[in-house]
């Protein structure tokens, strides 16, 4: 006698929150990069929120459509809407994996659009000009206005990203070939680099790590209001600390 294959039961379409939670889980496990995950618990969070205010809301198409009409009466912009629908997406597509949502509303969920961008927001670019009036504005002999100096320089001379920045150690900057650059950077996506740095920047960052007597580690630290250097590296410092 041949076992039947027991099917999963698609019946429930309403999610408590215990599914949410466990499909929120299973996404952001899928994610390697630390700041996706912030991003996209934050979208999720917000989803729930909403999702768990209405009373009974089946988790399909027709819902998903009506959250990316109350985000747009929010006037949130087109692609913080999109990254918030992305993350929808992905959190219907593992409440499918587990069994939760059958596989034809997780395709329909999938299907609701984005909000349409007119062209893409390339930022306030700073000129070469205007660029040196910030770094003239940064420069000074206190301890601080060395470290800002010097990670503006950085900053505008090599084109670091933020978290770039703030995670650069010393030992991550070496001589090769005759010039000084920041070597096997891990950056956005698992990407690994390596970016030239100008003699300039170069004689900044040096100016910076002889003051504040910066030996190894993390190179830009918190500085007290006292002008003295931490000890060890602040992974939450920031310009303004």
């Given at each position: 006698m041949v076992k039947q294959r027991i099917k999963p039961n698609y019946r429930r379409r309403v999610l408590r929150l215990p599914d949410l939670d466990h499909c929120k889980t299973a996404v952001l496990n899928r994610l390697g990069s630390p700041a996706s995950r912030r991003?996209?618990?934050?979208?999720?969070?917000?989803?729930?929120?909403?999702?768990?205010?209405?009373?009974?809301?089946?988790?399909n198409r027709i819902v998903v459509v009506r959250y990316r009409m109350y985000l747009e009466s929010r006037g949130l912009a087109a692609n913080t809407i999109n990254q918030q629908l992305a993350a929808v997406r992905r959190l219907a597509h593992e409440a499918a994996d587990s069994g939760l949502l059958s596989p034809e509303l997780a395709a329909g969920i999938?299907?609701?659009k984005g909000v349409k961008q007119l062209g893409f927001r390339s930022g306030n670019w700073l000129s070469a000009q205007q660029s040196s009036e910030v770094l003239k504005h940064a420069g000074g002999d206190s301890m601080r206005a060395k470290r800002d100096y010097a990670m503006l320089a950085m900053l505008f001379g090599c084109g670091f990203r933020r978290s770039?920045?703030?995670?650069?150690?010393?030992?991550?900057?070496?001589?090769?070939?005759?010039?000084?650059?920041a070597v096997d950077l891990i950056g956005k996506g698992g990407h690994i680099r390596t970016v030239p740095i100008p003699e300039w920047v170069k004689a900044a960052l040096d100016q910076w790590t002889v003051a504040a007597m910066v030996t190894g580690g993390r190179i830009f630290r918190a500085v007290a209001r006292a002008g003295r250097c931490g000890g060890k590296a602040s992974r939450r410092m920031s310009c303004g600390t």
């Open positions: 991003v996209y618990e934050y979208a999720i969070d917000q989803f729930i929120a909403w999702y768990c205010s209405e009373p009974r809301l089946a988790f999938s299907r609701v770039e920045l703030v995670g650069l150690e010393l030992d991550e900057i070496q001589k090769r070939q005759g010039h000084w650059a």
